[in-house]
């Protein structure tokens, strides 16, 4: 089992940046990609951007030069820089952890809030 626990989100400004974090804990030797969801009221969870144990990263287009995920795997840590907020960045962000192997198991944390005002 992997517990994931997000921390960082909060109110801000457009333009303005955060930083979330989630720290893994338990089974994290089975992890292999980590990365950050957002689901926004009324919409579909979707995906924002994932990093692998090997340090490939991937973004979602709309995040693209925005946003900059990064992960610690000495703390089992992963990071999401966001920069130049928008208010329809506004959602709750979740972490995920994705297991190796041939089939994938995901791991999800609570929810980290994030409000960008304008």
């Known amino acids: 089992q992997v517990q994931l626990v997000e921390s960082g989100g909060g109110l801000v400004q457009a333009g303005e940046s955060l930083r979330l974090s989630c720290a893994a804990s338990?089974?994290?030797?089975?992890?292999?990609?980590m990365g950050w969801y957002r689901q926004a009221p009324g919409m579909q969870r979707e995906f924002v951007a994932t990093v692998t144990s090997g340090g490939s990263t991937d973004y979602a287009d709309s995040m693209k030069g925005r946003f900059t995920i990064s992960r610690d795997s000495a703390k089992s840590t992963v990071y999401l820089q966001m920069n130049s907020l928008k208010p329809e960045d506004t959602a709750v962000y979740y972490c995920n952890a994705g297991t190796a192997g041939k089939y994938r198991y995901d791991y999800w944390g609570q929810g980290t809030q994030v409000t960008v005002s304008s």
């Open positions: 338990g089974s994290v030797s089975i992890i292999n990609t």
